[in-house]
């Protein structure tokens, strides 16, 4: 079993910054893959950024430039710092972590940008 811990949504104004994180806890050897989610009113849950364990990562193309996703492996953590920040970035935020076999998500954190 893995445990998450996620923290840091709230409420920001356009233009603003936020940083999540989320702490991995549990029984597991290592985590390939660490990335957050996002699920607006209405749609799918879609990927906002990963990063592998060697720090490779992946943005997609709506938040490139303004987000970015950081990992550290020893204390098994993920983060995204979001800077200017719009009110299409309004959603859950899920933390997701897993490696080869098994998947882990987080209990989600909501994002509010006002206009």
């Known amino acids: 079993q893995v445990q998450l811990a996620e923290s840091g949504g709230g409420l920001v104004q356009a233009g603003g910054s936020l940083r999540l994180s989320c702490a991995a806890s549990?029984?597991?050897?290592?985590?390939?893959?660490m990335g957050w989610y996002r699920q607006a009113p209405g749609k799918q849950r879609e990927l906002v950024a990963s990063?592998?364990?060697?720090?490779?990562?992946n943005y997609a193309d709506s938040v490139k430039g303004r987000f970015t996703i950081s990992r550290d492996n020893a204390k098994n953590t993920v983060s995204l710092q979001m800077n200017s920040l719009k009110p299409e970035d309004i959603a859950v935020y899920y933390c997701?972590?897993?490696?080869?076999?098994?998947?882990?998500w987080g209990q989600g954190t909501q994002v509010t940008v006002s206009s």
């Open positions: 549990g029984s597991f050897f290592s985590i390939n893959l």
């Open positions: 997701n972590v897993g490696s080869p076999g098994w998947t882990y």
């Open positions: 990063i592998t364990s060697n720090g490779r990562s």
